[in-house]
C-alpha cells in the first residue's frame, strides 16, 4: 500500500500532522516536495503522489482542490485545518485513524468513494484542467462600462445574451463558493447538475440548472480580450469573438473516508 500526503504551504500545524501520518501508519509513504523540505528529506520518501494509492491532503478546501488537480482519479482523504471545509471532512485529532481505517478498506477491496463531478473547458487550440467547482468567463475587468457580451446555449438552444462581467459554470461542489457569492443557488452534493450563472449582467436571467450530461457553449464579443479560469488557478487569455465549450470530465473526484458533512458545513457559513 503507498499513499502520499500534501500539506498546506507554510502551515506548522499541517506539516505536524503530516509527519505523524507517515509514522503511524503501516504503508509506504510519499511527501509532496515541499512537505518533505519542511520536515527534512532524510528517510523519507518524496516524489510523483498520482501513482499512489491514496493522497491524504492537510489544509483547507485550497489545498484540497490542490491535491485534487494533481492526482485525481487517486482517492482522496481530506484532513481539514480550515473553518469551512467543505471537501475535508476529517479533523485533525481523527487524522491517523481516519487514514488507517481508510488504508484497511482498500486493501481488504471493500472500499467506496464518494464521487465529486468535475467540469471541463476547450476552445480553439486549448484546454484547461477539469475544475471542482467552476469555470469562469470573464471580463478583464470587472465594473460598469468593463464587461464583456455573451451569449449561453444549452445543447444548442439559446438561454441567454447580453452584456456583463461574465458567466460562471459551477458543479454542485463549487455551488458554495464562487457561485454564491455571484448569488447563484446551492446545490446539493447529491443532483447531477451544473449551474449557469451570469455575473452582473445588464439584462440578468435566473442561475440555470441544467443535467451534467447537457452541452454548454459560452460565446463570446465586444471586448478586448477575455479570460476563461477554472477554479481560480488554470486561466487561458483568449480573443473574441470566440466560443468555448464546457462539458462533464471524464474523471471524477474520489473522496476516501468519511462522508462530506454538506450541512454541518453550511452552518458555518453564517
Keep these: 500500500m503507498h499513499i502520499g500526503v500534501i500539506a498546506k504551504r507554510d502551515t506548522p500545524r499541517a506539516v505536524e500532522l503530516a509527519d505523524r501520518i507517515s509514522r503511524h501508519i503501516d504503508a509506504d509513504v510519499t511527501l509532496d516536495a515541499l512537505t518533505a523540505d519542511a520536515l527534512g528529506t532524510e528517510g523519507r520518501s518524496v516524489g510523483e503522489l498520482s501513482a499512489c494509492d491514496l493522497v491524504v491532503s492537510i489544509g483547507g478546501d485550497g489545498t484540497f482542490l490542490f491535491a485534487a488537480r494533481e492526482v485525481s482519479p487517486t482517492p482522496i482523504v481530506g484532513v481539514n485545518l480550515g473553518e469551512v471545509g467543505f471537501l475535508n471532512a476529517v479533523s485533525p485529532t481523527d487524522c491517523v485513524e481516519a487514514v488507517r481505517s481508510a488504508v484497511g478498506r482498500i486493501e481488504a477491496g471493500e472500499a467506496t468513494f464518494q464521487e465529486l463531478p468535475q467540469i471541463r473547458v476547450e476552445g480553439d487550440g486549448w484546454e484547461l484542467p477539469a475544475a471542482v467547482n467552476e469555470i469562469v468567463v470573464l471580463s478583464p475587468q470587472r465594473g460598469r462600462d468593463n464587461g464583456i457580451g455573451f451569449e449561453i446555449r444549452v445543447d444548442g438552444e439559446r438561454y441567454s445574451a447580453g452584456n456583463g462581467d461574465g458567466v460562471l459554470i459551477s458543479t454542485p461542489t463549487g455551488s458554495t463558493a464562487y457561485n454564491l457569492s455571484e448569488g447563484g443557488p446551492l446545490v ?38 477575455a479570460f476563461v479560469v477554472a477554479d481560480g488557478r488554470s486561466r487561458e487569455r483568449v480573443d473574441p469573438p470566440t466560443s468555448v465549450a464546457l462539458r462533464l470530465a471524464e474523471t471524477p473526484v474520489r473522496i476516501a473516508g468519511p462522508p462530506l458533512e454538506f450541512f454541518t458545513a453550511l452552518g458555518k457559513l453564517e
Aim: glycine fraction near 2%.
Design 188 to 225: 446539493h452534493p447529491d443532483l447531477h447538475a451544473f449551474v449557469v450563472t451570469e455575473m452582473c449582467p445588464s439584462e440578468p436571467m435566473p442561475s440555470l440548472a441544467v443535467p451534467t450530461a447537457a452541452e454548454l457553449t459560452v460565446s463570446i464579443e465586444d471586448a478586448g480580450y
